[in-house]
């Protein structure tokens, strides 16, 4: 009957059918013992018993409802209900303990126990639920059988006065009654529950001797697990020994939680992963509550939505270490006893043997695993094992048993090996008969056991592969005998494609790799005949055929491709296969009837090797002895073929084209003018043009020999160190380039002028590597030294006349000047009028200015602090004037100078490049400070001037040379280039500017 109005039963629960409801007649005391006793007799359900016990007890309960507890495990749950409630319940408990709770108490309890206000009863659980329901008066009565207790009978009465003693004897027998029910239902499904698990253990058992897929036995462990333990799903998994992960091989059930198969578990993540960490089975009422699981966060979110709660798992070991897990689940209240474990464990085992045997007889499972059976000698299992099993008995060699499996490999009868002396020795092939016999013969002869491989001639002349596994054991021969020969041809054929790729790959001609791969093909099947014909330019040429004959080859190669052209020149017209099952009938063999016939040629298998366009490069043609068609193992074959075919032409074209692109390649680079160089990271050259010779003298073997020596060494010592410092810059980071210019020392002595372009790096087989070209630039650098000195002399001329001027401003007009200031001075002292004795004070001041400003600008033509005192005291001066001058802090740093002088050109070009740049800062930055920095590094001196004004756009165009204000950019960059210099300005708006320059000292010491 259903559960009463509010309350939910667990899954699996009776939910019983004819509830008495308010109003309805009940049936006698005696109708009701009656029909409970006759339920009892002859119930064989559970579901049957429960309806029967619910209906006598509601029966016997004016006003409430009775609940039925079952014992599962150890845990009581709601199996059955009758009666009504007065509202809707939800969260109630539906499980409980022996001893936890009224339910609990009744169960420890040997009789019928009465709870007078079980509401306010300290062991209740429910009190607030029983108060709402009214229940004045609780009956728990102990479902106690001969063996166990089976339950507990709950009666909960909205009456005070309810029960009498009557209806509680009534209430005692109708519990004794259903007990007995529930033991004989129990017992005789537990014995179903035995025979079906006995039957699923042999099926399973006989699956495993039939087979060694361990998905298709996993799957039938899970399906009769599911069946067996009422789960609601069942899982088979494989422990993956490199990760240790857990990965599904076999599910049943609902799938309520959704996983996509296969399922992967992390070591040690839920309860089939705890199993096999800690090798045992494990058992848990709640697999979501219980502390000892750890859940991934989406496993975990779909368990709980599908309301799985038991569950159950056991490692699958073998020799005491985890290979996989069984595990089952159910839903809520359903718990797995100690039976139910030992029926996992025994499926476990079940599992854990497909798992092992499909390990360890991968290659030849089902030979192994029955041969493995041989001692048992069962004679239907023996002869369904694809492979002739023999019992010999050693002394006289007598056959004792062999199995019928030798007619179907061999087309010999059981009664030929068992009557024929020496039969099977007598059919193996003669290439191999010798080293057989001798091996087994002595190998029988030293008691061991031993495998070994041998051809036999079957009746019908077929040559049969066989892998002879030889035991002895008291004195008999146990032979197994497994057919490999297309494991052999398999090996063969994968020992053929090797070498014919190892042919490819070492750029062997393409007729050798060709006939090669022909005679691949051919060793499978001695009825081929294969060949190779190339399409070039609508005409096919044999390259390729190696057991055609000669006459057959020279009647294919004149027909072109089309309808005419034979089943080759058909197939690479059409750009399709082409079968023709017999020559001598079908219209396209026409071409080649005659030349077919006198040679034995019957049929032809024509295959086109398309190239990635779909054009025809070639035809694998494949002819047979006999009229038939290609099997579909042939047809692999071909399709094989071909395929290896298609590479081996691809790649000699491609060789072609590479060659041809070397050569191009290398007339490019011989031609140029320029070198080309390869280089590693330490310097060392690995490739460089061969007319390398014609710049530096030296052949390019002898810089290879040089190694980094060959390159480094002959770099000019000014220019190394720039040379070495952009050359390790290349290899910082991928892209880097340079482009520079400098000295190196030709094989006769002499220094030639480079321009070397670093073009780019890239890496290979773990090595980086640089490649550039370089120019000589020599003529162009004389030519430059030659504007520079004309430069250089114009500039110099131009200084000597301003130290002229200088020189005349000082002694003459300054001594001029003086004069007159005294003159002016003793006019101040004449006693003559007042106004003349003023005039001649202001005569004394203009004089005054007017000396200071031509000493002043004698100074800033040509500062004699230059030549006298040099470069760093000169700039100091200047700059110390320029700071009270304008108002500008001005450092100077020309520590790095060190103490020894630099020529007069580059002191004046350095001390004018920075008047300029201060210049500009006074007219155009608006800065506050200005930092000078010389620095003196090797054979360069760079200076540096910086500020903290406006800045500018360096990127915007410059006002032509003719305009003041691009003057002062214009000499300085000049005055640094006539050095064989740089200048560089950085620069942004409001960032401030900075001058940047650098001049060779080179001729000072060349």
């Not at 509601?58 to 079952?70: E, H, M, Y």
């Not at 773990?766 to 030294?785: N, Q």
């Not at 760079?942 to 915007?956: E, K, N």
């Amino acid at each position: 009957m259903p559960a009463p109005r509010g309350w939910s039963l667990p899954p699996g629960s009776a939910l019983l059918t004819r509830p008495p409801g308010i109003g309805e007649s009940r049936t006698t005391t005696m109708t009701s013992l009656l029909e409970l006793a006759w339920t009892a007799s002859t119930a064989v359900r559970r579901a049957d018993v429960l309806e029967a016990l619910a209906e006598a007890a509601a029966g016997l309960v004016p006003d409430g409802f009775v609940l039925i507890w079952l014992m599962a495990g150890e845990r009581l749950i709601l199996r059955g209900a009758a009666g009504h409630l007065l509202q809707a319940h939800a969260g109630l408990r539906i499980e409980y303990a022996p001893g936890e709770g009224l339910v609990g108490a009744a169960a420890l309890a040997r009789d019928v126990s009465v709870v007078d206000d079980p509401a306010g009863d300290t062991r209740s659980h429910e009190a607030a639920f029983l108060r709402a329901e009214g229940v004045r008066r609780f009956v728990g009565v102990p479902l106690g059988a001969r063996y166990a207790l089976e339950g507990v009978l709950g009666v909960f009465s909205r009456r005070a006065d309810w029960p009498d003693a009557a209806t509680l004897a009534t209430l005692g027998v109708h519990g004794s009654h259903a007990a007995l029910a529930l033991e004989s239902v129990r017992l005789f499904a537990d014995g179903e529950r035995r025979r079906r698990a006995a039957e699923a253990l042999a099926a399973v058992g006989q699956a495993l001797a039939h087979s060694l897929d361990p998905r298709a036995v996993g799957h039938l462990i899970a399906d009769s697990v599911l069946a067996l333990l009422e789960a609601r799903d069942v899982v088979v998994y494989r422990l993956d020994p490199a990760t240790g992960h857990l990965s599904s091989v076999a599910f049943a059930g609902e799938g309520a939680a959704g996983f996509t198969h296969p399922v992967i578990l992390p070591p040690g993540t839920g309860i089939s992963g705890r199993a096999v960490l800690e090798r045992r089975p494990i058992t848990t009422p709640d697999l979501l509550r219980d502390p000892r699981f750890v859940h991934q966060p989406e496993h975990r979110e779909r368990l709980a939505r599908a309301d799985y709660r038991a569950a159950m798992a056991v490692p699958l070991l073998v020799d005491g270490e985890p290979i996989g897990a069984l595990g089952a689940a159910a839903g809520h209240g359903r718990v797995f006893d100690d039976e139910s474990r030992t029926l996992l464990e025994a499926f476990a085992d079940q599992a854990a043997v497909a798992l092992n045997t499909a390990r360890l007889f991968a290659g030849e499972r089902s030979a192994r695993a029955e041969a493995q059976a041989l001692e048992r000698r069962f004679h239907d299992l023996v002869n369904g094992v694809d492979a002739i099993l023999t019992e010999i008995e050693l002394p006289g060699r007598r056959v004792l048993f062999i199995n019928g499996r030798v007619e179907p490999l061999l087309g010999y009868t059981v009664e030929q090996l068992m009557t024929e002396p020496d039969f099977w020795r007598s059919r193996i092939h003669p290439d191999d008969r010798e080293r057989a016999v001798a091996f087994a013969d002595q190998e029988l002869a030293a008691g061991r056991d031993f495998v070994h491989e041998y051809r036999m001639l079957a009746s019908d002349g077929r040559v049969v592969w066989m892998r002879d596994s030889v035991t002895i054991s008291a004195g008999r021969v146990h032979s197994l005998k497994v057919d490999v020969t297309a494991r052999k041809r398999t090996e063969a054929l994968l020992a053929g494609e090797s070498r014919v790729l190892t042919l490819i790959a070492g750029s062997e001609p393409l007729p050798t790799v060709l006939d090669a791969l022909c005679r691949v093909i051919e060793e499978q099947d001695a009825d081929m005949l294969c060949s190779v014909l190339l399409v070039e330019d609508g005409r096919m040429r044999s390259v390729a055929g190696p057991r055609l004959p000669e006459a057959y080859v020279q009647a294919v190669d004149p027909l072109g491709t089309g309808p005419a052209g034979g089943v080759p020149g058909v197939c690479a017209f059409r750009r399709q296969p082409v079968i023709v099952e017999d020559l001598a009938t079908d219209a396209l063999g026409e071409p080649l009837r005659a030349a077919a016939q006198a040679h034995g040629l019957r049929a032809c298998w024509a295959l086109p090797v398309l190239d990635v366009a779909g054009l025809p490069m070639a035809v694998f043609a494949v002819y047979a002895r006999t009229a038939r068609r290609p099997t579909e193992a042939e047809r692999q074959l071909i399709s094989r073929a071909a395929r290896l075919a298609g590479i081996a032409i691809e790649r000699g074209r491609a060789e072609l084209a590479l060659r041809a692109s070397e050569q191009r390649y290398r007339m490019l680079i011989t031609n140029i003018p320029d070198v080309v160089w390869l280089t590693d990271r330490q310097g060392n050259t690995v490739f460089v043009s061969p007319h390398v010779e014609r710049l530096g003298g030296y052949t390019a073997e002898e810089i290879y020999r040089a190694g980094p020596a060959g390159w480094f060494g002959r770099v000019h010592p000014d220019d190394l160190p720039i040379v070495q410092r952009h050359f390790a810059a290349l290899f910082v980071a991928p892209g880097r380039t340079f482009d520079l210019e400098y000295r190196i020392q030709h094989k006769d002595g002499r220094w030639i002028w480079l321009r070397d372009r670093a073009v780019t790096t890239y890496e290979e087989h773990g090595t980086t590597y640089a490649y550039g070209i370089y120019t000589d630039i020599t003529d162009r650098k004389r030519a430059e030294d030659i504007r520079a000195l004309l430069l250089n002399q114009v500039i110099t001329v131009q200084e000597e006349e301003r130290r002229r001027i200088s020189r005349e401003l000082h002694d003459e007009t300054a001594q001029s000047l003086a004069s007159l200031l005294l003159g002016l001075s003793a006019l101040a002292e004449a006693r003559s009028l007042k106004g003349a004795r003023a005039q001649a004070r202001e005569l004394h001041q203009v004089v005054t200015r007017a000396l200071a400003e031509v000493r002043r600008l004698a100074s800033g033509l040509r500062p004699s602090v230059l030549d006298d005192l040099g470069l760093p005291t000169a700039i100091q001066r200047y700059a110390s004037d320029f700071g009270q001058t304008r108002g500008i802090a001005v450092e100077v740093d020309t520590s790095g100078l060190g103490e020894a002088r630099m020529s007069a050109p580059v002191e004046t070009a350095l001390y004018r490049i920075m008047q300029e740049a201060l210049s500009n800062v006074a007219r155009h930055a608006g800065a506050r400070r200005v930092r000078v920095q010389l620095d003196r590094f090797g054979a360069m001196v760079s200076m540096v001037i910086s500020d903290d004004g406006a800045g500018f756009d360096p990127g915007r165009p410059p006002a032509p040379a003719t305009a003041a204000h691009g003057l002062g950019i214009h000499t300085m960059r000049e005055r640094a280039l006539v050095l064989n210099g740089s200048l560089a300005i950085d620069s942004a708006a409001g960032r401030g500017t900075r001058v940047s320059v650098e001049i060779p000292l080179a001729a000072e010491r060349a």
